[in-house]
């Protein structure tokens, strides 16, 4: 009998269907069941350059050090811009240019595409930090009417290429950092109330599609989790497993899930060893997933930026690989 595909492994980890094996996102290592195809989102632009202006007129700026960078230019901080700015077009087909070559090379692969910065985090990059939690507050109906805008250009990015390649797309990922080291940055309560609802139409777009919905999340955001799944997100790629504590989530929520994950990008990886890592590797495989499934291996993309060489990554890839409990069943 023919083992599962990379697709299949994919599939049945998220879905809690038995894979073959752990599923692996490592393409650092050139090690991935997964297959990403993005479209002309402009994002954050280059890291070489010291600034850049996204597709919304968000201003990109960075220090000497190569990185992402951060915004630093908010072009709806005042609310009076409202009226002059011009909105990005989703329709746009300049948008969609070159996809088709994107899923070149995707084989039997698991095919993920997505946006940057879907809500909170355009929330914020188009208001300033600052002005959106305070606005939460005190200037609730604009807040919510720029929060219903990108709402709306989300849904209609997800509906333009769902229209365009139907069935060859199997999930939707995104960013939204939601955490400090300690708690979400606003009351769970408070999120329910203004966030929940507008996750929720976005995810069911991206279901209505036929994708899975994952989530990228940096920060203690134990307190979201579980409206999250409740909403229909499927995979939460979290990178600081130490912060979140890992019995912790995994008595909260393994099972509902699956967990995109490595071992902590802060506290392990940087600054332990190849026996601390591989007892993170098995504690996580152990405490975040069953023997159904419910774990993906993903790599942290800038390796360089938290310390970490390449040689430390294939200590954590072989370390997991060893850990893997589905492999070993079989």
């Given at each position: 009998m023919m083992g599962q595909s990379s697709y299949e492994i994919v599939r049945r980890a998220i879905e809690f269907g038995n894979p073959d094996r752990l599923p692996v996102r490592f393409d650092a290592l050139g090690v991935s069941d997964v297959h990403q195809v993005g479209w002309n989102q402009t994002g954050a632009g280059s890291h070489t350059v010291p600034e850049s202006l996204d597709e919304w007129g968000c201003l990109w700026v960075r220090s000497e050090k190569v990185n992402m960078g951060q915004v630093k230019g908010h072009p709806l901080a005042d609310w009076a811009a409202v009226?002059?700015?011009?909105?990005?077009?989703?329709?746009?087909p300049a948008l969609y240019d070159g996809m088709e070559e994107g899923f070149e090379g995707a084989g039997d692969k698991y095919v993920l595409t997505g946006i940057f910065m879907l809500l909170f985090e355009r929330l914020h990059s188009l208001h300033g930090f600052q002005n959106t939690l305070e606005d939460l507050y005190v200037d609730r109906e604009r807040l919510e009417a720029l929060a219903d805008r990108?709402?709306?250009?989300?849904?209609?990015?997800?509906?333009?290429?769902?229209?365009?390649?139907?069935?060859?797309?199997?999930?939707?990922?995104?960013?939204?950092?939601?955490?400090?080291?300690?708690?979400?940055?606003?009351?769970?309560?408070?999120?329910?109330?203004f966030f929940r609802p507008r996750y929720k139409l976005i995810f069911d777009a991206a279901h209505e599609a036929g994708w899975h919905v994952w989530m990228h999340s940096c920060?203690?955001?134990?307190?979201?989790?579980?409206?999250?799944?409740?909403?229909g997100l499927d995979v939460v790629n979290l990178q600081q497993p130490r912060a979140l504590g890992i019995r912790e989530i995994g008595d909260r929520f393994r099972g509902r899930i699956c967990f995109e994950s490595l071992c902590d990008i802060q506290h392990t990886l940087p600054h332990k060893g190849p026996d601390e890592i591989r007892e993170e590797a098995r504690l996580l495989i152990d405490e975040w997933s069953t023997p159904e499934g419910g774990f993906i291996l993903s790599d942290y993309g800038d390796g360089r930026g938290i310390g970490v060489e390449i040689e430390k990554k294939q200590v954590m890839l072989d370390a997991f690989l060893e850990a893997d409990r589905w492999r070993a069943r079989g």
């Open positions: 009226g002059s700015y011009e909105w990005p077009n989703p329709d746009d990108i709402v709306e250009y989300d849904l209609s990015i997800i509906r333009n290429i769902s229209r365009r390649f139907p069935g060859r797309i199997h999930g939707f990922s995104f960013t939204d950092d939601w955490g400090t080291q300690r708690n979400v940055f606003i009351r769970p309560s408070l999120w329910n109330e920060g203690k955001v134990n307190d979201v989790i579980g409206s999250l799944i409740e909403i």
